[in-house]
C-alpha cells in the first residue's frame, strides 16, 4: 500500500515538474517570437512612414453606426403600455489630402445624424416617424504655399450647418487668410488672423456676419486598429464677443475584424447667437450653456 502511495506521489512530481518546464519553455519561446514581430513592425512601420511622406492623394474615412428598436405590447408596469420605439444614427469622418514639396490641399467631411422614433400606439395624435434629433454637416478646404517643412501661408473655407432640420438656418462660412503650422506629421494648426464669418439665416435679428481671427486644430490618426480623430474650430470676432462661437469634435474608433468595430463619437460648442435664437431674446441676455452630443455604437473603416 505504501509503495502505491509513493508511486502515485513520484507520478504527480513529475507530471508537475514536465508541464512546469514546458510552460517555462513556452513562454521563452513565445518572448523570442515577440522580439521577432516587434523587429519586423518597427520595419513596416518606417517604410510606412516613408510611403506616407511621398508626393500624392491621401484619402480615408471612418465612421460610427448606432441603433436599437424595440416593440412593447400590452407591458402595463409602464406609462405607455403599447408603443414602439428606435434610435439610428451614424458619423463619418472622411478626408482627401493633396501633399506636394510646395503646398498641400487638405479636404475634410465630419457628417454626424441622429433619427428617434417613439410611437404611443394608444394615442392616435403622435408620430409614428423617426424624427432628426442630431444634424451635424461640417466640411472644410484648406490650401497653402509651403515657406518650409512646417510653416505655409494658407486659405481656408469651412462651411457648417444642418442637413435634416433647418438647412443653412442658420449656416457659417468662414473664408480667411493666414498662415498654417505641422509640427508633426498628423498635426495641422491653422493661424488665420483675418478671417470673415458669414452667416446665412432666415432671421436676420440675432445672427450677425462679422471679421475676427480663425483658429483651427485638427490631429488624425491611425494606429495600428485604432482610429482617432480631434478638430478645434474657434472664431473670434474682432467686433463683438457675443458674435464668436468655436466646436470640438472627437471621434475614435477600433477595429476588431475586416472593418467593423466600436466607434466613439463626442462634440462640444459655444455659439451665443444660436443660444439666443433658441431661446427668442437677444444676444446679451442669452443663456450660452455648453452644447453637446455623443454617439456610441458599431463602427467601420473604409
Known sequence: MKTKILLSITLLLCVSLTFAQSKEELQKQKAEKQVEADKYQGEADALQAQID???????????????SLSNFSNWYAQGAPNNSSGNIGFTVNAFANKLEDKYFWRNN????????????????????????????????SLYGRKLSDKWAVSGLLEYRTTLLNNFND?????????????????????????????????????FESSLGAKIVADYTRQIGKFNFKTNLSAFQSYEDGDLSNWTWINSFGYTLWKGIGVGFDFGLRSNRQ???????????????????????GLSYNF
Not at 434629433?133 to 466640411?139: A, E, H, I, P, R
Not at 473664408?175 to 464669418?197: A, S
Open 170 to 206: 442658420p449656416g457659417y462660412i468662414d473664408l480667411g487668410v493666414g498662415f498654417t503650422w505641422t509640427p508633426i506629421t498628423d498635426l495641422v494648426v491653422v493661424i488665420h488672423p483675418l478671417n470673415y464669418n458669414f452667416v446665412f439665416a432666415d432671421s436676420n435679428t440675432v
Open 109 to 140: 467631411l465630419n457628417l454626424n445624424l441622429n433619427w428617434t422614433k417613439l410611437d404611443d400606439k394608444d394615442n392616435p395624435l403622435d408620430s409614428d416617424n423617426f424624427e432628426p434629433t442630431t444634424d451635424v454637416f461640417n466640411l472644410t
Open 274 to 296: 444660436e443660444a439666443a435664437n433658441f431661446q427668442g431674446t437677444t444676444l446679451p441676455a442669452a443663456d450660452n450653456d455648453l452644447q453637446s452630443y455623443y454617439t456610441v
Open 53 to 67: 511622406a511621398l508626393p500624392g492623394w491621401r484619402v480615408g474615412a471612418f465612421g460610427t453606426i448606432g441603433g
